[in-house]
């Protein structure tokens, strides 16, 4: 295995001998497992193929056929299709890595990505994993403890308790806690995020109930019951803010996201920069967030989430440990490589990224998530085979996709298929261009949400910039469930036309080389051959 420390000091003494200075700390990654599927599984692999590091993929049995699967060097079969059996197995995935001679492990985003435990495994396995410290990972993952790292950094949290709710206080002691966090409140589960085990309070009367559910929620969500107290903004922002971390202390934020478009606590829609964020508002932002991750003596790519309220004063929320599903809109609006650079402080390299230049956003970026799903029937997972796909394409447009032609969309998983990303000179630039790409994609088999997004896309309320976390669904609520209308497709029917003469050509051809053929195409062939091809 190319992972011992006697392996590494072999590779710099073949560096050496190759005529290349060895670099103090650095000791280079020559194999990457990608703990991952899906677009995210692609995005870190082209990294590394950018960097000339090798890829080993995973894979569960309904992704045998994955293009993840494909794209990689290499890949080894985990299990069963539930995660639990393939994409959560620490074992299996040590045991692949050790077969395939990788040296580093990348999480991506979800399954293990925030997993302390996975961090540590793979450190012990002589592992580069890559991503933050187990300590950071585990740190981050109690919010009461994040709240009061952030406190100690002098960045402002929402009023609240200093940390979990005593087990065993009184109704009454409970009671006078609230009362001075002051209502409306929030219980939030403390190994929360995500909105999973939160309850609001506007009047004392519903505490107790409201702090019973909360606590059973979060004890099967996960694991741990225990739960505390902030007051509750009432239309705030979510601001984040990306940093990267190297081993030697150079944090280096980034300039802003804004995630506020947001469905039951999904993220739908995310752009940099942020229509709301002054020149002056984005330092203090991002200065903020790097003292939090100094403070923890954080290392690799990672988030701050602030809220953000009207007048503009924020809030530490909470911070994400891993390499996030909107990271490409950063990258479209800095030039910087997210992933690369992760890679890259992850084998010791010094960052050496433009501090100043990566708070600037070049133009404005834009990423809608696409999701297999109906947005008519109250967004429901539409997994199935997809038929047919037309990717757009064209300026300022990247689509980051996990699936292709072909792909049986499966249900054990998340069901976002890819991430459309449109960057443009100016924000109407980018929103045109999205509108532009999103009329182009074509997906036939499964249902998506595209004709979702091009309904956003054309609300008065997106093209204001004035939203907050509360507008999507408030505005969705208003439509009644009238139905999102597809674009019609000139391109769809020719699509269907061409594959029809494609068809009728062949079996001509075929024909001809058995028995005689018709010289002719009659017209019922023709409508034959299109109505074989449409049920396929
Ligand atoms: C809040 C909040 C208002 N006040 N905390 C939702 C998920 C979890 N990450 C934190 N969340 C919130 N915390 C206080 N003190 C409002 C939300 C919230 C929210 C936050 C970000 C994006 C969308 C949201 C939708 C509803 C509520």
């Keep these: 295995m190319a992972t011992s420390p006697s392996s590494r000091s072999r590779d710099r003494a073949a560096a050496a001998a190759a005529g290349a200075p060895p670099r103090p700390g650095v000791s280079p990654i020559h194999k990457v497992l990608v703990a991952n599927r899906g677009e995210i599984a692609i995005r870190v692999m082209r990294a590394c193929r950018d960097l000339g590091i090798g890829t080993v993929a995973v894979y569960s049995d309904c992704d045998r056929p994955a293009p993840h699967v494909r794209y990689a060097d290499e890949a080894y079969h985990l299990g069963g299709s539930p995660a639990a059996e393939s994409y959560l197995r620490i074992d299996r995935l040590l045991d692949v890595a050790h077969r395939a001679g990788a040296d580093a492990v990348h999480p991506g985003y979800g399954f293990l990505a925030e997993n302390e435990d996975f961090a540590a495994a793979c450190h012990h396995a002589g592992l580069v994993f890559i991503g933050p410290g187990p300590d950071a990972i585990a740190l981050m993952g109690s919010k009461t403890a994040a709240r009061e790292a952030a406190r100690a950094a002098g960045v402002p949290v929402v009023p609240g308790t200093d940390g979990p709710l005593a087990p065993g206080l009184s109704e009454a002691e409970v009671a006078e806690l609230a009362g001075r966090v002051g209502y409306p409140l929030l219980v939030k589960a403390v190994a929360g995020g995500g909105g999973k085990g939160m309850r609001t309070v506007a009047h004392p009367a519903d505490l107790a109930a409201a702090v019973r559910a909360a606590m059973s929620e979060a004890g099967s969500a996960f694991g741990e019951s225990a739960v505390y107290f902030e007051r509750k903004l009432l239309r705030p922002r979510h601001i984040e803010i990306q940093l990267l ?66 007048d503009g004063s924020f809030y530490f929320l909470e911070m994400n440990t891993r390499l996030q599903v909107e990271h490409p809109v950063t990258e479209m609006v800095t030039g910087v490589d997210l992933v690369q650079w992760q890679v890259r402080v992850a084998q010791g390299e010094p960052l050496t990224v433009d501090a100043e230049s990566v708070l600037r956003p070049n133009g404005h970026a834009i990423e809608c998530r696409i999701y297999a799903e109906d947005a008519d029937h109250n967004f429901m997972p539409s997994p199935g085979r997809i038929l047919c796909l037309h ?103 020719l699509a269907v036309v061409a594959t029809a003469l494609r068809a009728w050509f062949r079996a001509q051809r075929a024909a001809t080389a058995t028995v005689s053929a018709p010289t002719t195409a009659s017209p019922s062939a023709w409508r034959q051959a299109a109505r074989l091809e449409g049920r396929r």
């Design 245 to 310: 971390a190297d081993a030697y202390g150079t944090v280096v934020p980034f300039v802003e996201r804004e995630c506020s478009i947001q469905r039951r606590h999904q993220k739908v829609i995310e752009e940099s920069p942020s229509m709301v964020v002054t020149a002056d508002l984005r330092r203090r932002l991002a200065a903020s967030a790097a003292a939090v991750a100094r403070a923890v003596g954080y290392t690799s790519a990672g988030t701050i989430e602030f809220l953000v309220d009207e």
């Design 391 to 493: 990717a757009p394409a064209g300026p300022g447009i990247r689509r980051d996709s996990g699936v292709e032609a072909g792909f049986e969309v499966p249900i054990f998983y998340d069901s976002m298929i890819s991430k459309l990303v449109a960057w443009g000179e100016t924000r109407q630039q980018a929103i045109a261009r999205m509108r532009r790409a999103l009329s182009e994609y074509e997906v036939r088999g499964i249902k998506t949400t595209i004709p979702f997004f091009q309904w956003i896309l054309g609300t008065e309320e997106f093209h204001a910039g004035a939203f907050d976390t509360t507008s999507l669904d408030r505005i969705l609520a208003e439509r009644k469930g009238q139905p999102f209308v597809e674009a019609p497709h000139a391109a769809a029917d």
